[in-house]
């Protein structure tokens, strides 16, 4: 394996292990405390830019997840908004288009930087309707009641 190759999947790792302390084993759709979560990304990993920023991963159960990936201007986007609000949201999106070439010394660096971060829960879940595994439910979009406006 490659050294660049190396730093990514430590990366990777690391990034895994921080939301996970982060969102406190929690899916973050369903709210479901499982063994098996998975890091979601809203900007998917091919762009490095975001890849390996904290504030682009949500740790999420497979169901959720699957399910988000295949409507990120719904649910996620909402969620992402609440999470980060509109300025941070727009942010994220110009560093993950922002071509990012790193070269081994920048994932280095990153990665130092990464576990020095501090992890704190950035968001209470967002309410939605409980999902019965046993049938099959459209997407329902809720609006936000004054309580959780508050
Ligand atoms: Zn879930």
């Excluded at 990153?110 to 999902?131: A, C, G």
Aim: proline share 5%.
């Amino acid at each position: 394996m490659t050294d660049r190759k190396r730093w990514e999947q430590k990366l990777d790792e690391l990034i895994r292990q921080k939301v996970r302390v982060r969102d406190e084993f929690q899916c973050q759709r369903c709210h479901r405390r499982i063994g098996s979560l998975q890091v979601s990304h809203y900007y998917d990993r091919v762009h490095r830019g975001t890849r390996w920023d904290l504030k682009n991963v949500d740790l999420m159960c497979g169901g959720c997840h699957m399910r988000i990936e295949h409507d990120k201007q719904g649910w996620y986007t909402d969620f992402k908004r609440a999470q980060l609000g509109e300025r941070e949201l727009r942010n994220l999106r110009t560093r993950a288009e922002a071509v990012a070439k790193f070269s081994i010394i920048d994932l280095q660096w990153l990665y130092q930087k990464l576990q020095r971060e501090e992890v704190t829960r950035m968001i209470d879940p967002i309410e939605e309707p409980k999902v019965d595994e046993g049938t099959p439910t459209e997407p329902v979009d809720t609006p936000p009641t004054p309580e959780e406006e508050a």
